[in-house]
């Protein structure tokens, strides 16, 4: 027992060795992607409905790994990849935690994804569910669900319906689904396990967890240790307060608060300077450094859907990529999918992988730009330089951040005076050549036209 026990401990510690630290995630530029609608093995029939299988596979993900890697991405998000009840293509529906969805492929396929992913640099993010079941039938039959097939695994039956209450949303179902009990030991114990024998399995790099708040905060504590890698989790909500408190179990939180800021000033054209109040609220994360920034998921309607100019989409992602924390671009959005409520915001990427697209274009220049500064970037403090209704600047090391939310036809000037450059330093911008101030007596001008993004780097 004790050999045993040693055995075991060697090989934690060997997984630890080689786990990727929340720390070294602040490198990785985060490619969510849905399993089902990324791409299809070997064809690219159009998706005929998309509230079920449209056929995307491993398989083909490893197809378009250059696609993803032009893009500067160097981390992707992938679907959960259990064995799922009736249509869930998307995987939150889990029907027997030890078999692999087989409408995306083998486990040996998904060990080979990882394999040609870790071969480019790229890491691989898998998403868990660890707060309920999928939908079946009749609503007191378990008998379906591997492993978790009695009645004693879950909550009784009720529903979610006020949000207020924390024991509800913790004990009571998400939209019907089976609630598991976490605090029955087999349900726990065998989730714990589960999770540190799937990264270990298939060499996950790092975990996204789903429906955070509808489980105990003391089983997350547990969760994220048996994992072992980077954990970032789902709080569907703005409030900080509330979102922050689960920071102090996992690594990270997707950074909802930011979004709905983010989706305010940018596609609302709302005053830029509530950028600076949540930045400032949000300084009380455990670690801002560690959260999952983004403007477009899976759960709401995509950022074109309700402005279709492009320049807002592309200051609002400067923004994110450059921000504190860690950034995670929404397949499809590179190829200006505008989809409204899920499952149009879930269209299939099959036959679409248009290297020339202006948007994949400006999203792999932002991206190449930032890999190429390295830890300069990302391991800088993010400071405010101006803010204003329209405009917002901040740097990161030597790198000048600004953005507005004039849009395409927009143009204004404004006079930087707090930055850290030195008088007569030329400043030029990355995403436009011929863009370049020079400091002159201590400051400089930003002269935005057509509403465009800055990115001045000190030539
Ligand atoms: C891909 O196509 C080949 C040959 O056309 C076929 O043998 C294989 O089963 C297909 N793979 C998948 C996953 O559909
Ligand atoms: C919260 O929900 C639980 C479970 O449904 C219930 O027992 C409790 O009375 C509720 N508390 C309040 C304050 O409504
Ligand atoms: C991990 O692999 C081991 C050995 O093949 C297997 O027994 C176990 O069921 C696997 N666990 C998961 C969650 O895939
Ligand atoms: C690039 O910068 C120049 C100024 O040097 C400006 O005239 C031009 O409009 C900018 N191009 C774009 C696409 O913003
Ligand atoms: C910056 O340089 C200008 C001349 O180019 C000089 O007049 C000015 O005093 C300098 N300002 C500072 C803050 O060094």
Redesign the pocket.
């Known amino acids: 027992m004790k050999f045993i026990g040693q055995v075991f401990l060697f090989l934690a510690n060997l997984l630890i060795i080689f786990a990727k630290s929340p720390q070294e995630w602040k490198s990785r530029i985060v490619y969510q992607l849905l399993t089902d609608r990324f791409s299809q093995s070997n064809s690219s029939s159009p998706c005929q409905d998309l509230s079920s299988y449209c056929g995307g596979t491993f398989q083909g993900i490893i197809n378009h790994l250059d696609y993803i890697q032009n893009l500067g991405i160097n981390a992707i998000w992938i679907s959960p990849i259990i064995l799922q009840t009736n249509n869930g293509y998307h995987g939150y529906w889990a029907q027997d935690?030890?078999q692999i969805n087989p409408h995306f492929g083998t486990?040996q396929d998904l060990k080979d994804l990882v394999n040609a992913c870790h071969s480019k640099d790229i890491w691989v993010m898998l998403d868990v569910v660890a707060n309920h079941m999928g939908n079946q039938g009749n609503i007191n039959d378990f008998s379906y669900f591997v492993p978790f097939n009695k009645a004693e695994y879950y909550h009784k039956y009720c529903i979610i319906n006020n949000w207020a209450n924390q024991t509800e949303v913790e004990i009571c179902r998400l939209a019907g689904l089976p609630d598991l009990d976490q605090s029955n030991s087999f349900v726990s114990q065998t989730l714990l396990?589960?999770?540190m024998?799937?990264v270990?399995?298939?060499s996950f790099d790092g975990i996204r967890i789903d429906t955070v708040p509808e489980v105990p905060f003391d089983f997350w504590v547990k969760y994220a240790k048996s994992a072992g890698v980077y954990s970032v989790g789902e709080c569907l909500n703005g409030n900080v307060g509330y979102v922050e408190h689960y920071q102090n179990a996992l690594s990270g939180m997707l950074n909802y608060p930011m979004f709905f800021t983010l989706r305010d000033v940018f596609q609302n054209k709302q005053s830029m300077d509530q950028l600076r109040a949540r930045i400032s609220e949000e300084s009380t994360f455990p670690d801002i450094t560690l959260l999952g920034n983004f403007i477009d998921n899976h759960d709401n309607p995509r950022f074109l859907h309700q402005n279709g100019d492009y320049t807002l989409l592309i200051n609002a992602l400067t923004f994110t990529i450059f921000q504190e924390g860690i950034p995670i671009i929404y397949y499809g959005t590179e190829q200006g999918f505008a989809g409204g409520k899920d499952p149009n915001n879930r269209e299939s990427l099959f036959g679409n992988f248009n290297q020339n697209h202006i948007l994949y274009r400006v999203i792999s220049t932002i991206n190449k730009f930032k890999l190429s500064q390295g830890s300069d970037v990302y391991n800088s403090q993010q400071i405010q330089r101006y803010s204003d209704d329209q405009f917002y600047a901040y740097t990161r090391g030597m790198i000048f951040v600004g953005v507005s939310n004039l849009g395409s036809n927009g143009h204004s000037v404004h006079t930087i005076t707090y930055h850290p450059y030195s008088n007569n330093t030329q400043l030029k911008n990355a995403l436009n050549e011929t863009d370049q101030v020079k400091v002159n007596n201590g400051k400089f001008q930003v002269n935005i036209w057509n509403g465009q993004p800055k990115l001045y780097f000190p030539n």
């Open positions: 935690i030890y486990s396990k589960w999770i024998e799937v270990s399995n298939y």
